[in-house]
């Protein structure tokens, strides 16, 4: 059984920074790329961040220069660096990582969500 659990979130003002952490458990073989996703209230989920095996990272336009994706390979971890927080980065943050169990095919596998608020 593989798991994705979440930490970090939470409320913070505007301007502030947080850093989200996600770490997978289990039966792993291999572990492929993680990243981050949002969901506002009434919208989509959307990519924020990938870190892919080899380290490259890609970004989503409105959070570039603000936030920073990185991975812990000896840990299972990726981590997510936000600063200069705006109100409409408020949603749930989810992690998501591809992965190949010691028993079984690569799938997708999500976290349950942690909630981030930017208000003063």
């Known amino acids: 059984q593989v798991q994705l659990e979440e930490s970090g979130g939470g409320l913070v003002q505007p301007g502030g920074s947080l850093r989200l952490s996600c770490a997978a458990s289990?039966?792993?073989?291999?572990?492929?790329?993680m990243g981050w996703y949002r969901q506002a209230p009434g919208k989509q989920r959307e990519l924020v961040a990938a870190?892919?095996?080899?380290?490259?990272?890609n970004y989503a336009d409105p959070v570039k220069g603000r936030f920073t994706i990185s991975r812990d390979n000896a840990k299972n971890t990726v981590y997510l660096q936000m600063n200069s927080l705006k109100p409409e980065d408020t949603a749930v943050y989810y992690c998501?990582?591809?992965?190949?169990?010691?028993?079984?095919?690569?799938?997708?596998?999500w976290g349950q969500g942690t909630q981030v608020t930017v208000s003063s």
């Open positions: 870190v892919f095996s080899g380290g490259s990272t």
């Open positions: 289990g039966s792993i073989f291999s572990l492929g790329t």
């Open positions: 998501n990582a591809a992965i190949i169990p010691v028993v079984g095919t690569l799938n997708d596998y």
